[in-house]
């Protein structure tokens, strides 16, 4: 086993615990917690077995070079969570614009309410 190995072996592995930790303080839900273990549990074992894992995608896209095969595989995993954020992103937006709408028209009301009431006195 190569350093870089262990090094990658011990990154995923304190990754690991720092999702646990995130779960356990709620600031996951339990969702998340697969998604990110999950993930992390495949990068422990490419960590653990890049050249078996490479040839084997390399055989099933039919690339030239095992590495090239885990750079193409990189890249569309970043591209799916990159998905993943756009669609949150866009679903946070969509209720802040929803909430101001919310508070714009409470807002006018108690704003119409005070004037009624001004001009009572």
């Known amino acids: 086993m190569y350093a870089v190995q ?10 690991m615990l720092y999702v646990l930790g995130k779960y356990g303080k709620r600031e996951f839900d339990w969702r998340e917690l697969i998604f990110w273990e999950g993930l992390l549990v495949v990068m422990l074992f490419i960590a653990l077995f890049p050249v078996e894992i490479a040839t084997e995608i390399k055989n099933i896209l039919g690339l030239g070079r095992g590495l090239d095969a885990l750079f193409v595989v990189a890249i569309g995993l970043a591209y799916l969570m990159i998905f993943r954020v756009y669609l949150a992103v866009d679903r ?7 909430l101001t709408r919310k508070i714009a028209i409470e807002l006018e009301e108690i704003n119409e309410k005070l004037r009624n009431m001004e001009e009572k006195l």
């Open 6 to 15: 262990y090094i990658a072996m011990a990154i995923t592995l304190a990754l």
């Open 92 to 98: 946070a937006e969509r209720e802040i614009t929803e």
